[in-house]
């Protein structure tokens, strides 16, 4: 069982457009592998718009607490309003409750309550859940506005997703990884036997790849990289290429601008499925049959 993870450097690459259609290719292609899909873009999830999966079921995710002062125990000494740093410890006559969305979970409160009528309370933040649908099952997730511990979100999906692929004996679990190069793509990027970086022909693009490439390179998973919408800016293109071949990663093919693929995304579609000979398609399928060479190989 392999790991493939879709990156960027930066959001709006196309990097789930790219992941639909390798799903699409996965499931019904020349080479079919039997797949397990993952979003692991917990802040902003959208793999689930272009497959329209039937969750099968839903789970609470639970990461962070915060204070909750017991108005039974507590005394209104105001201890707790001094010693909060971030103004959550709110008053109303001697009565004190904590703001939740001010807290920020540190705790200091409850260490110096002198009656211990705080403590500390795990929130609900979030949402994951296991789908079916029509390229194979997928695992995805639903961080609640605001909140924190997205890494350890996308961590569970991957899990999960890893632990099905076992289970069921199949050959690929193939990750929508976040977009940027803070803890959750660190976390998807966790395991990986190969990663493909979608960037685009634009300056921060190309600097945001860059970023990318590294990131990958520190944690020693084998990366490739494709620029999408390549004609647009030609230049740009040819920058990143000439990027790619100087640091020794592999350059696997330029994916044109088409407006199929905006058709497709509009139908619910794979563009590979909904147009499979518009020219973004046909990039696609040698992008992927690079991919499956190399996996198969890894």
Partial sequence: MKQLVILSGKGGTGKTSVTAAFAHLAAEGPHPFK??????????ANLEL?????????????????????????EGCGICQQVCRFEAVLESGFTYTVDPIACDGCAACVYQ??????????????????????????LHANLYPGQENSGKLVTLVKQHARL????????????????GIGCPVISAVSGADLALIVAEPTVSGVHDMRRALETTRHFGVQSLACVNKADIYPQGSAEIEAYCRESGIEF??????????????????????YRPDSAASLALRQVWETLTGILGGA
């Fill in 164 to 179: 099905l692929a076992l289970d069921d004996d199949r050959d690929l679990v193939l990750v929508d990884g976040p977009p």
């Fill in 113 to 138: 309550c002198p009656e211990d009528a705080i403590e500390m309370v795990e929130q609900v933040v979030g949402q994951w859940y296991r789908s079916d649908s029509r390229f194979g099952p997928l």
């Fill in 35 to 44: 797949t397990v899909l993952a979003d692991a873009d917990v802040d902003a």
């Fill in 252 to 273: 696997v093919g330029q994916i044109p601008y088409d407006i199929s693929v905006t058709e497709a995304m509009v139908q619910g579609e794979p563009v590979t499925s």
């Fill in 50 to 74: 272009v497959l329209a999966p039937q969750v099968l079921s839903s789970e609470d995710f639970r990461g962070g607490q915060i204070a909750v002062i017991d108005p039974d125990t507590c």
